[in-house]
């Protein structure tokens, strides 16, 4: 479970979060959407520790990520996948030395259970076979599968993703909320997505919440969001159905 | 005048953190072995031969130079002298580094700062790793230890070079070179343009690491850190160059 609560973060002076508390209960996909700019990487980077708020805290099963240490930081991201809006893969390296890095430093396994749980990860993205493959001979949305694959590999109990279907085409975006949804089915992971893709979060969110000025406006299953009269939402949403 | 020097102090800071955190993260050895290997061989074995062709112009250069100051003044075995001395004290090190700078210090600021803006020094962190450990300390031990060998490669072919020019231009014997290469000679002077040539290989790699591993702005950020990492590596070695003659090179005597 993820408490975040009463979060202000600020870069200079310009307020991105402010006050905002939500919580992301254990077994869910929590999908996060709001306007570009609204802050939903920073949510995201703050949850995992990469920035730290001004206020604040963020309970990982109670612990509180922002007062962590450096030990106590490196064993709760050990709990954690993300995949990021870029994919962010190591570009020096092939497909199955990105995905087996953290393994290989966390786990001392023998070279053979590390080899196979690579192949296992790039088998459930569906990616068979590219293991010696360099990221710039891959397509965005492989990428953004290899970065899937990535996250996983460590046997996460939580996954972040970062827009993970923005800047694809429909069919591959499909492809990738078919993963999110049987990550869910077959892992049990706990998910946070951040898209302002509406078809997205209808698909694989079991709760959706709208960031928007700071604080999360209103939150709830996609039947109530469905049915929200709230401006954003409807702005959201009328960009959707015309879409349909 | 503190709010002008305000962004300095920043930025000093900054510097200071991340040569700090290197420092701790030298307990985190199986972080940063592999890689230091690898640094080790790009900063060495590939910089070899412009390192080596720098140290054959610097030392025929030197004793063309050197032989005609000396011609109806002074006995010419002196060359051998001169240009032992000014390579291993001044030359050697000084250029080594400076090619490095230039060559070394581009590609880590360049290959860092693409890290940083591609997100991939964040993945790191999120993989738990300590990207300290995996990026920054690699290069500064590399450039520490293979700094210094190349500066003795330099010196060594720059001497050789000096000597064949003499006794092709003037006929002077080899015997005659080294007669007065040893005239003056005394080891401290090969300790301190060992320990100078150090000293640089440190703070190029550390210049550049620090310019990397807080670039912003994309791609043009890059290229502004590339820049900002060689110039600030120059200009580096020149005010160090000065306060090590200065303040070591009579100490150690
Ligand atoms: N490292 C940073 N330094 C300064 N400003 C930042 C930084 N990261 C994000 N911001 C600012 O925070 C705001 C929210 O950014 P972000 O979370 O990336 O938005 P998005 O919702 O599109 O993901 C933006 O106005 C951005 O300019
Ligand atoms: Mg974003």
Redesign the pocket.
Known sequence: MIQIENICKS?NT?F?LNQLSLMVNQGETLVII??????????LKLIIGLLKPETGSILIEGKNIVKAGFRDLQDMRRNFGFVFQSSALFDSMTVSENINLALRKHFKWPEQKICERTTECLNFVNLEGLQEKLPSELSGGMRKRVGVARAIAGYPQYILFDEPTTGLDPETAENINQLILKLKRELEVTSVV?THDMHSAFTVGDRIALLHKGKIDIEGEPAVIKKSYHPEIKKFLSGYTLLK | MFAIMEPLFTEIGKYGKLLWWSGISLRDFSTYYDNTIRRMKFIGIQSLPIVLLTGAFMGMVESVQVLYSLQNRAPLYLVGSVVTESIILELGPVLTALILAGRVGASIAAELGTMRVTEQIDALEVMAFNPVAYLVVPVLIAGVIMTPVLTIFADVIGILSGCIISILTVDLSTAEFLKGARRFFVPWDLTYGIIKSAVFGFFIPANAAYVGFFTKGGAEGVGKATTRSVVISSVMILILDYLMAQFLLKAGW
């Open positions: 870069f310009h991105v709001g306007k570009s700019g609204s802050g939903k990487s920073v949510l951040v």
